[in-house]
């Protein structure tokens, strides 16, 4: 069987969900950019699937501007986050398993943004969201709204589940 690199590290099964993830943490005058969909009520956070052969420096570098249209550069690594769930969408019902690296990019100093990207749950759309405000809105991962009031000088691994 020959691998297909245009591909997302997601497997799924009769049940279950599991999906390798990159994520930018793109702050710009002390707020968020945040992205939702037309099939989901939240808001999460910038990235996507880490490709077969793909670093997961390089996947958040091509999500990042794929759906941005910006070129960010990466500041550092911030937070491994391991995610169990129910999903919703197109994997409704299914017992999910993420692991994501959020990487926090460096300030270009505008709140510029280039295009709204499509993505599998429909029109993808950028919001930037002040960080004082987040705890008004439904934010996935939970933990940004406490963690971006703090900014961990190491690498945090998180661990959360709703199942």
């Known amino acids: 069987m020959e691998l297909d690199y245009n591909k997302d590290c997601c497997i799924t099964t009769e049940r279950n969900w599991f999906r390798y993830r990159a994520t930018a943490i ?4 002390n707020s968020i950019l945040l992205a ?3 099939m989901s009520d939240y808001f999460y956070s910038v990235g996507g699937g ?10 958040v ?3 990042v501007f794929e759906e941005t249209g910006i070129n960010y550069e990466i500041d ?3 937070f491994i986050h391991e995610n169990f ?4 969408g197109k994997i409704l ?3 999910c398993h993420e692991i994501a690296f959020y990487f926090l990019m460096k300030s270009k100093g505008s709140q510029v943004i280039n295009c709204n990207g499509m993505c599998s749950e ?7 969201i002040p960080i004082c405000e987040l705890n008004k809105h439904t934010v996935y991962p939970t933990f940004l709204n406490e963690k971006l009031k703090n900014m961990p000088q190491q690498i945090e691994h998180i661990v959360t589940s709703e199942l």
């Open 122 to 128: 429909g029109k993808e759309y950028m919001t930037w």
């Open 61 to 63: 570098l091509r999500e």
């Open 93 to 95: 019902g299914l017992k």
């Open 36 to 38: 939702s969909n037309e």
């Open 85 to 88: 769930f129910y999903g919703d």
């Open 76 to 78: 550092r690594l911030i």
């Open 26 to 29: 793109i702050i710009e005058n």
């Open 50 to 59: 880490v490709h077969l052969g793909e670093t997961a420096e390089e996947a």
